[in-house]
């Protein structure tokens, strides 16, 4: 019978966990890397902040179309940075009226289809945009000063100054 000479398997080394620096060792402990609690994201500088630059803005005037009691008309106040909103849009952000009673049941909501949102625009014209092809459907016969309200934008995004409209124009003889 043929005898193996069997050889002991050396069992693999055990990781060695020990530290150099003390007598005894120690066991690591393994600890992922841990992420910084938080983030900065505080890069800019005075130097290296751009400046904050202040758009351009209209104000407006809005002339109510009956006189009250003592004579006078009313007068209401908004501000609108140039190029950023419909005429329609500032006047009923502002809780200024807009339509009459037609319109107000009837209006098409902006979408330039009812003809209702007329104003006139007594000053400060050349801050709007021009005329679109629905208000020259709509106001055809109408003074040229004659604006739909719903397709007028208010500034071109770089001008300022001020303009002034008249409300419910078509009321006023
Ligand atoms: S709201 Fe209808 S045309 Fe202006």
Known sequence: MATKNLVPISSP??????????????FSTFSPR????????????????PEILEKPEIELEFIGPKAGADGK????????????????NIMLDNKIELYATYGKLMNCGG???????IVEIVDGKDLLSERTNTEFRYLKKKPESWRLACQTIV???ENSGKVVVQRLPQWRK
């Open 13 to 26: 080394r055990p990781p060695d966990f020990s530290t150099t620096t003390g007598k005894h060792p120690k």
């Open 34 to 49: 841990r992420k910084p609690s938080s983030i900065s994201l505080a890069t800019s500088s005075p130097e290296s902040s």
């Open 73 to 88: 008309f009313p007068v209401e106040k908004a501000k609108a940075i140039s190029g950023a909103k419909l005429l329609r």
């Open 111 to 117: 979408g330039g289809s009812c003809g209702t949102c």
């Open 155 to 157: 500034g071109n995004k």
